[in-house]
């Protein structure tokens, strides 16, 4: 009997109509397009407005443009997991009222986070389950409203930003195609670095914290930046090095979307090609948990069956990993 891999058998996406570009930033806050773009390649990104919509809106939708492409059957999919740093609430799981509202009303479901690693992690985690053998469909979204926490005052957080969704679908592949090797870490004494410091269980909102704009995300930029282009520039020279891969066998990197110079930095470590690199930063900002579902459904067009592809990603905690995947379809 072949060994089962976990492959990438669909994608999906959703981003939200808002377009928050830099030159509406200007009038917000002390910036402008050429400062914003030279030092992090965005132009513009999305932004959910509608009131009492959260994380779960962009989720169901991202998810129901795959369900739509494809013409799964929601009752198929056994396991639903929403990548999130940024769930609609406390206690009440974003993956199982996206699991319901789509349909999928024989899955478990359950959110994953590890800030902009947590679609990462989750492919690992998909994998996993469907190598197990006893899960045949697994839907796997990244989905973030960063925008639910983000100060309009703050020139260091505001331009980096956007809301927006991606879903892949993973099924069990016989052609050693989909996950090959992962290579993911951790490290909590970056947790001072990156985070919204109120709202949690140690610092619980107050009026007097909401006031001050406590509950905001804070990020020591210089420090971030420098644990990420080193880490994330480190993890793909390993999973390659693991694997006997040299630049010319790889068709893509897929490193999060976060800044333009850590992803330009992680690809001139391995020397590879630009026309390798998947980029669309630009666009949307950093979605966090969404960017690489973004980046797929992106260039699905592009992806033939048997590319190989590296992804990689850094996120708050610090958490931060590289994903070695074969693609497992032409569209």
Not at 54 to 69: E, M, P
Not at 236 to 241: P, W
Request: proline share 2%; net charge negative; hydrophobic share 40%.
């Amino acid at each position: 009997m072949s060994k089962i891999s976990a492959a990438i058998t669909a994608v999906g996406a959703y981003v939200p109509d808002y377009v928050l570009t830099n030159q509406i930033l200007e009038t917000l806050v002390d910036t402008n397009d050429e400062w914003i773009t030279s030092r992090t390649g965005i132009k513009e990104r999305r932004i959910l407005k509608e009131e009492g919509k959260g994380t779960s809106f962009l989720a169901i939708n991202a998810a129901k443009d795959l369900i739509n492409k494809t013409g799964l059957n929601p009752k198929e999919i056994d396991l639903v997991i929403v990548a999130t740093a940024t769930p609609d609430m406390k206690a009440a799981s974003t993956a199982a009222f996206t699991a319901t509202e789509i349909g999928a009303t024989n899955a478990f479901s359950f959110d994953l986070e590890a800030a902009c690693s947590s679609f990462l992690f989750g492919m690992s985690t998909a994998s996993s389950y469907i190598e197990s053998g006893r899960y045949k469909k697994i839907l796997l979204i990244g989905a973030d409203k960063n925008s639910s926490f983000i100060d309009y005052k703050d020139r260091a957080t505001c331009i980096i930003f956007g809301d927006g969704a991606g879903a892949v679908l993973f099924e069990p592949n016989t052609e050693n195609l989909g996950l090959q090797d992962e290579y993911l870490r951790s490290d909590g004494a970056g947790r001072e670095f990156l985070q919204a410091t109120y709202g949690g269980s140690s610092y619980p909102s107050t009026p007097e914290a909401v006031a001050e704009g406590k509950h905001f995300i804070f990020q020591d930029g210089k420090t971030v930046f420098k644990n990420a282009v080193f880490n994330m520039a480190d993890v793909v020279v390993k999973i390659l090095e693991r694997n006997n891969l040299s630049k010319d066998d790889i068709a893509w990197l897929a490193a999060h979307q976060a800044n333009k110079r850590i992803i330009d930095a992680t690809a001139n470590r391995i020397d590879l090609d630009q026309n390798k690199v998947m980029m669309n930063i630009e666009k949307y900002g950093n979605t966090t948990s969404a960017t690489l579902p973004l980046l797929l459904n992106d260039y699905e067009s592009q992806l033939k069956k048997g590319d190989k592809i590296i992804f990689a990603a850094f996120g708050g905690g610090f958490t931060w990993g590289s994903i070695y995947l074969k693609w497992a379809y032409n569209s």
